[in-house]
């Protein structure tokens, strides 16, 4: 409920959970240990996720069938509906049905992190700081923020699982400290997010925004292809030889022990060291390569020969940069 815009629930007895995150029978467990009653609600792709099915309802969208499933089957006020990760479009009608008891978390630093993309562009601008985030649900992403809680990603997060793995332990902690607040009759003073600042992500797709440009600097190649790294497929690019196909390209070095380079040596195998590869950029360093893979998953790093150059056509590069990805439709 929110009063003089602050944020509270009288007596709070469950929690509905609304999506799906890989942790989410450690938060039940921490439902359970504040004697919290947990449910899920999810949609049926996501449904597929979960290990366990007791207490979860999928729905294919937020309408009438959810309305009167929660009306026959919860008290709102006595509710805190949390949303992580739906695949449901959210609206205003659901989101007044629920009270102003329905929030969100997102493990982003607003207003700098709207939109998708999730932790690859973390990698790509290299961004450090870790946020996370309460705020009340809004279909335009833009809710007030209830809590939040900041800190500095560990030197050793490099590809996205990196990431998502710290995330994962962080909410844990986070959440537990945020449900004692609420359970404690808390009133939490609502924040709005800054209007006049902020960058909005476009949604990333690896297969089609994942192309390596071997223009490129050293840097940029070294963040692009750790950005797509697992759990996603790889950045992609090509062989000047043979008929490899598309190639998938992961654990990457930013390396600068060799000589230096011309830039019409980027994306050339200089040398060869049996378990990775070493490869020229437009600058002084070069990369470090331990799996080349091509699409059906195979490591093919030990055909790859001393002269080979990675590369890759131009219009799949401008088809990356001039189409956007609607996971919508």
Request: some cysteine; charged content about 25%; proline content about 3%.
């Given at each position: ?55 979860i309802k999928s729905f294919e969208q ?27 479009i959210i609206k205003k009608n659901i ?126 190649l070294y963040n692009f292809i750790n ?103």
């Amino acid at each position: 409920m929110i009063n003089n815009n602050k944020f509270f629930i009288k007596k709070l007895k469950t929690v509905i959970f609304i999506g799906y995150t890989p942790n989410i029978d450690e938060l039940i467990k921490v439902n359970s240990k504040n004697k919290i009653k947990s449910h899920i609600i999810t949609s049926s792709k996501q449904e597929k996720l979960f290990k366990t099915k007791q207490n979860i309802k999928s729905f294919e969208q937020l309408d009438n069938k959810f309305e009167n499933y929660i009306k026959k089957n919860f008290n709102i006020s006595e509710t805190l509906f949390l949303s992580i990760s739906p695949m449901f479009i959210i609206k205003k009608n659901i989101i007044d049905f629920l009270q102003n008891n329905f929030i969100n978390f997102t493990p982003s630093r607003l207003p700098f992190d709207t939109g998708r993309g999730g932790f690859s562009w973390h990698i790509l601008r290299e961004d450090k700081i870790y946020n996370q985030t309460f705020q009340m649900t809004r279909p335009d992403q833009n809710g007030d923020i209830i809590e939040n809680e900041t800190s500095l990603f560990p030197q050793n997060c490099k590809i996205p699982i990196d990431y998502e793995d710290y995330k994962l332990v962080q909410m844990i902690s986070f959440y537990n400290r945020f449900l004692k607040k609420i359970i404690k009759g808390d009133s939490l003073k609502l924040r709005a997010i800054e209007s006049n600042i902020g960058r909005h992500n476009r949604a990333l797709n690896t297969l089609k925004d994942g192309f390596i440009n071997w223009s490129y600097n050293a840097h940029d190649l070294y963040n692009f292809i750790n950005a797509f790294d697992d759990p996603h497929q790889g950045a992609s690019t090509f062989l000047d030889r043979g008929s490899y196909g598309r190639l998938f390209l992961k654990k990457v070095h930013l390396h600068g022990g060799d000589t230096s380079n011309h830039p019409i040596m980027s994306g050339t195998v200089s040398r060869h060291d049996k378990k990775w590869i070493v490869v020229c950029t437009t600058g002084k360093h070069m990369i470090l390569i331990e799996n080349v893979l091509n699409e059906k998953g195979k490591n093919i790093i030990n055909d790859i020969r001393v002269g080979d150059k990675f590369y890759t056509p131009y219009k799949f590069i401008e088809d990356s940069s001039s189409k956007a990805i609607d996971y919508e439709s």
